[in-house]
């Protein structure tokens, strides 16, 4: 059995930094052709009640998506690697595609629960969009239903690639989706209008799962769902406290979506311009150590190397921060002329660039705070620490909506952004504190 005693701490980091490189460059690639997609939409729509409705459209499924599909993934991996560790690829194999088919029963039944309530919950989420508005709204996520259960089968199948340390494609097969969107949205917009982006999400999506799929397949992996397996408790045990951490990750930016959309038109859509380049430009980075980070962590884990798997994790934490801050500087330096040269065309303004500027470098402050949140989460997801990433998802979620209400009311949109960086810091000390003190439980 490998140990961490017979492979260099230095020689693993080594390949961890490479694995985070890889994806991080690709991902940036694929990240870039979101710009061409927001860039596409403010030429045409500026901040207009069509984006506003779009935004929020996106943000549920996309939220949902992340939450199941994305917690999945990351519980996949210590799970997946475990078991072929113990029985072999097969069993391996067959534990992902019984977990599969449970995940894709829950996209299923939350995207149908989803589409069917928007005209119970949109009103609440957005009060001040526009009847019409609001139908729009709930006509789009009818269409996304189709984007979330597509999404949900290439997040699962990239997890099995990213466990067999394949994580090129899984990188850069989503820079389909957004290019997709585009495109439909310039050549279709007379006769689809705003709705040609949720059509061109479905279709790219697709894109991408076939890649993915494609190439899961040629390695002999196995891409359809199965009802059965044999024990399935170190897959579950994991992902449902996962899945409450995933809360932490991506519920804070649904929340601000949501809560922007108080202030009144335009609102959600600087939030989403704004966070959209952050998440783009600025997270790409922490995303990449936090996938490239899993894999090395289960295998420790799964060795007893628990004592090591800490000690790399405090080296992680310095890189992934001391990275981030001056990508901080270089955001608040540079996110007026960005915003600019992106957007600031058609039917969005100087005023919209320089509203969308301060979002962007105000939701930039929390980069090093939410670049360690995500190494913390991927470590405390190894060690079994499900309690403490429940209490940090729970905390989070608290701290960002108290935030949001006092902040907002300062200083607006503004504020909701400059909300993230008190909240991610403080979830990141909790987790810090879990994950170096308290000693791992639930691990098999």
């Given at each position: 059995m490998t140990s961490e005693a017979s492979v260099p701490a230095h020689d693993d980091d080594r390949a961890v930094a490479r694995a985070g490189l890889t994806i991080g460059v690709l991902s940036m690639v694929a990240k870039l052709t979101a710009f061409v997609r927001e860039a596409a939409i403010a030429a045409v729509y500026g901040r207009g009640p069509e984006v506003d409705a779009f935004f929020?459209?996106?943000?549920v499924p996309v939220f949902l998506l992340a939450l199941v599909a994305g917690s999945f993934q990351i519980a996949l991996v210590p799970a997946y690697l475990a078991r072929r560790r113990a029985a072999g690829?097969?069993?391996?194999?067959?534990?992902?595609?019984?977990?599969?088919?449970?995940?894709?029963l829950a996209v299923a039944v939350g995207t149908l629960v989803m589409a069917a309530a928007a005209p119970i919950y949109l009103p609440r989420l957005a009060p001040s969009f526009a009847p019409d508005t609001l139908a729009l709204t709930a006509d789009l996520l009818w269409i996304m239903t189709l984007?979330?259960?597509?999404?949900?089968?290439?997040?699962?199948w990239g997890g099995v690639l990213n466990a067999r340390r394949r994580v090129a494609l899984p990188a850069i097969a989503p820079a389909f989706t957004p290019l997709v969107m585009a495109v439909l949205l310039l050549?279709?917009?007379?006769?689809?209008?705003?709705?040609a982006l949720a059509w061109g999400?479905?279709?790219?999506?697709?894109?991408?799962?076939?890649l993915v799929?494609?190439?899961?397949?040629?390695?002999?992996?196995?891409?359809?769902?199965?009802l059965t397996a044999p024990d399935l408790a170190p897959l579950l045990g994991r992902w449902g406290p996962i899945l409450l951490a995933n809360l932490l990750l991506y519920g804070a930016g649904m929340l601000d979506q949501m809560m922007a959309a108080l202030l009144g038109p335009g609102a959600a859509s600087a939030i989403g311009y704004g966070a959209k380049l952050v998440l783009a430009g600025l997270h790409v980075a922490t995303l990449a150590i936090g996938v490239a980070v899993l894999p090395a962590y289960s295998d420790q884990a799964a060795a007893g190397n628990e004592t090591a798997l800490r000690h790399r994790l405090r080296r992680h934490l310095a890189i992934v921060v001391g990275l981030s801050v001056p990508a901080v500087v270089a955001a608040w330096l540079l996110a007026e002329p960005v915003i600019r040269v992106l957007y600031q065309r058609g039917a969005f303004g100087p005023d919209d660039t320089a509203l969308v500027a301060d979002v962007l470098a105000a939701y930039a402050v929390q980069l090093p705070a939410y670049a360690a949140t995500v190494v913390l989460v991927r470590a405390a997801a190894v060690l079994g620490l499900g309690r403490s990433l429940a209490m940090a998802a729970v905390a989070n979620l608290a701290l960002t909506v108290a935030l949001n209400a006092g902040f907002m009311a300062l200083w607006g949109v503004v504020g909701i952004a400059l909300a993230t960086t008190p909240a991610f810091l403080a979830t990141a000390l909790v987790l810090y504190v879990a994950v170096i003190r308290t000693p791992a439980v639930g691990r098999r």
């Open positions: 929020l459209a996106l943000a690829e097969a069993a391996a194999d067959a534990l992902f595609a019984a977990g599969l088919g449970r995940m894709l984007f979330v259960v597509l999404g949900a089968g290439a997040v699962a050549v279709a917009r007379d006769r689809l209008g705003v709705s999400a479905v279709l790219g999506t697709a894109i991408e799962a076939a799929g494609g190439a899961l397949r040629r390695l002999g992996g196995r891409l359809m769902p199965a």
